[in-house]
C-alpha cells in the first residue's frame, strides 16, 4: 500500500554540524508535508510543513525541501544542538480532514 | 496556554477488557484526532472528529470507537482488548474544519499496556 517512509533508521551528527533527515513518499496526490520531532515521553511537536505547490520552506534553522520529481522530503538542521536529539517523523497529508499518514521514524543523536 | 491534555497517563488493562480514553483539545480547537502509536513505529490514524461528528476513520477494527463532546472534549474506546492493541494513544487537536488541513497539536499520549 502507499506509505511515507524514511531511508534512515539513525543518523549520529557531532553538535554544531549540519544534519539532513530524509523522507521519501509513494503518493503524488498529497497536498502537505509536515516534520514532527518527537522525544522520548512526549507527543509529537510540529516542526515545518510545506505544501505540495513549493519546493522550500524555511524556519528557523529548519529547512525543508520537496522534490515532487523523485517523490523525496528532506528536513535539514542547521548547527545542530544537543536539545534537537529525538525522533523525526515525516508525514503527508492527503486532502482534506486532519488524517497524516506517518513514517517509521529516524532517531537523530547528536554527540559533543 | 494549555495544550492537548490526555488522560490518564498510563493504564494497564488485560486482554478481552475495555478501555476509554480520554482528550481535551486546545482551547478553540474544534477538530480531534486519534492515533496509535505502536513502540518503533510511527503514529496511525484511527479517527478524526469535527462538531461531534466523525469527519475520517483509519484502518481499524469496529473494536475502536470514540464520540466528542459538546465542549469538544473526545474519548477513545476500545473493546475486547487484545495483546496487540498495546500502544501510546495520542490525541491531537486542530482549527480544522474537516475539510481541510489544518496544523495539529499533539498531546503527551495515553500509555496502554494489555496483558
Known amino acids: 500500500g502507499e506509505s511515507v517512509g524514511l531511508h534512515l533508521p539513525t543518523l549520529s551528527v557531532q553538535e554544531g554540524d549540519n544534519s539532513i533527515i530524509n523522507c521519501a513518499y509513494s503518493n503524488s496526490a498529497s497536498d502537505y508535508f509536515i516534520w514532527y520531532k518527537q522525544e522520548s515521553g512526549k507527543g509529537p511537536q510540529f516542526i515545518i510543513d510545506?505544501?505540495?505547490?513549493?519546493d522550500k520552506r524555511q524556519g528557523q534553522r529548519v529547512t525543508v525541501l520537496l522534490n515532487k520529481t523523485v517523490k523525496h522530503l528532506s528536513l535539514q538542521i542547521a548547527a545542530t544542538q544537543p536539545g534537537d536529539s529525538a525522533v523525526y517523523f515525516c508525514a503527508e497529508n492527503r486532502g482534506g480532514a486532519d488524517k497524516l499518514i506517518f513514517g517509521t521514524g529516524t532517531r537523530l543523536q547528536v554527540f559533543p | 496556554d494549555a495544550g492537548v491534555t490526555q488522560s490518564p497517563t498510563h493504564l494497564i488493562k488485560t486482554r478481552g477488557q475495555q478501555v476509554t480514553l480520554r482528550c481535551s483539545p486546545i482551547s478553540g480547537h474544534k477538530s480531534v484526532s486519534w492515533y496509535q502509536q505502536v513502540l518503533g513505529q510511527g503514529p496511525q490514524f484511527i479517527f478524526q472528529?469535527?462538531?461531534?461528528?466523525?469527519?475520517g476513520r483509519g484502518n481499524f477494527p469496529d473494536r475502536f470507537s470514540a464520540r466528542q463532546f459538546p465542549n469538544y472534549s473526545s474519548e477513545l474506546n476500545v473493546n475486547a482488548l487484545l495483546l496487540g492493541d498495546s500502544a501510546l494513544y495520542l490525541c491531537?487537536?486542530?482549527?480544522?474544519?474537516?475539510?481541510?488541513?489544518?496544523?495539529?497539536?499533539f498531546g503527551p499520549g495515553t500509555r496502554l499496556t494489555v496483558l
Open positions: 491531537a487537536s486542530s482549527f480544522s474544519t474537516g475539510e481541510a488541513y489544518n496544523e495539529q497539536f
Open positions: 510545506i505544501r505540495s505547490n513549493m
Open positions: 472528529y469535527y462538531e461531534k461528528e466523525e469527519r
